[in-house]
């Protein structure tokens, strides 16, 4: 199957249903399990609506296209993701209430797409990733985020300190995430313009970036287990974020 260069494919019914919903426009082709359910032929109404081309595969195509991928019956020929850049952020910041995520050198592409479906559920305004050592808008994560990576901006910034620097010039309070600090995420009253800092899913924030925080929060552990997968603490972090915006409003 050929795609050019600003095309990609994408698998999995939730992303493909949110993606034809937002971005009609940028799928070409819908491709078809046969004899799949009633969801997939829902899908495929709606394509069809939307002058989308159908075509009708086997297992064996799928199976070897969409490779270890739950591909769940169902994929599409898109145009790529667009990602924003660190101009984006310049009317952005200037918001008087502002939520914003960042992922700090994570690579698991499963990770980042789970967090940016946390994120686009708590209506954070923008994630932001470094433009090296960090996975960004991949056909994965576009799965794994089911739509959610549709809905939200996406912004890959060349200096993740200096980018911090920038926003808190403009009131933005930066929240780092380490187990081993002192206060945990719920004893803090969070600012209405707030980012959180999510670390690689090995070591963590670097140095730096710690020390360029305004306040470094953690998840108390009262069980046996350690630490959280990174997308499971973003949730529960940016929730509780959320949850004290809305007391306040």
Do not use: W
Request: aromatic share 4%.
């Amino acid at each position: 199957m050929n795609l050019n260069k600003d095309q990609e494919l994408v698998c999995g019914i939730n992303a493909v249903k949110e993606i034809i919903r937002i971005r009609p426009d940028s799928v070409t082709t819908l491709l078809v399990e046969a004899d799949k359910g009633k969801r997939i032929k829902e899908i495929q109404q709606v394509a069809e609506k939307n002058n989308i081309e159908v075509v009708t595969q086997n297992t064996s195509f799928f199976r070897k296209t969409f490779s270890e991928l739950n591909h769940q019956g169902v994929g599409i020929i898109c145009n790529k993701r667009l990602e924003e850049n660190e101009n984006f952020l310049e009317n952005l910041i200037e918001k008087d209430n502002l939520l914003l995520l960042i992922l700090e050198h994570i690579t698991d592409p499963q990770n980042v797409g789970a967090c940016i479906r946390s994120a686009a559920a708590a209506g954070v305004d923008a994630v932001i990733v470094p433009k090296n050592r960090s996975c960004h808008l991949t056909p994965t994560v576009r799965k794994i985020s089911s739509g959610g990576a549709e809905l939200i901006p996406f912004v890959v910034v060349t200096n993740i300190v200096r980018t911090i620097n920038k926003l808190k010039d403009a009131g933005v309070v930066i929240y780092g995430t380490n187990m081993e600090a002192s206060k945990s995420y719920n004893d803090v009253t969070y600012s209405a313009k707030s980012a959180l800092i999510i670390g690689s899913e090995d070591k963590g924030m670097k140095r730096l970036t710690t020390e360029s925080c305004d306040e470094i929060i953690k998840i108390n552990m009262p069980g046996r287990i350690e630490s959280l997968n990174a997308s499971v603490s973003t949730g529960i972090m940016l929730f509780e974020m959320i949850n004290q915006k809305k007391t306040r409003a």
